[in-house]
């Protein structure tokens, strides 16, 4: 359905070290840099995120009710992406946990990156049994 997602950074540099950091978490790598204009990443099913300096020159800004959510595989890897985005300047938009009212299954955690951009990483999978 999608092509890819792409957000806009005032500082690039922070967006590429708080992106790298938090989208390790789930398994997302940086697969391209353009020098002061883009920063793009991909999963092994080659979804793309893209995080740009404006095209039109004018300040990034937060679109208001717009964020982006990454799977995960796991619900220790959303506890991790909360974690990590945290560690790295982001800040917390719903610690991670169950959200029965979207479904049974359904476990996620919300933070904002260092622009205020609102991610979240959910697992729509059963928390697996140990021992």
Known sequence: MYSHITIGSNDLQRAAEFYDAVLAT???ER???REGALLGYQDEGHNRFFVVRPF???PATVGNGVHVAF???SRAQVDAF???ALANGGTDEGP???RPQYHEHYYGAYVRDPEGNKLQATCHMPEQATG
Request: overall charge negative; hydrophobic content about 35%.
């Open 26 to 28: 789930l398994g997302i």
């Open 31 to 33: 697969w391209m840099t």
């Open 56 to 58: 039109d020159g004018n």
């Open 71 to 73: 799977s995960a595989p």
């Open 82 to 84: 909360h974690a990590t």
């Open 96 to 98: 991670p946990g169950p």
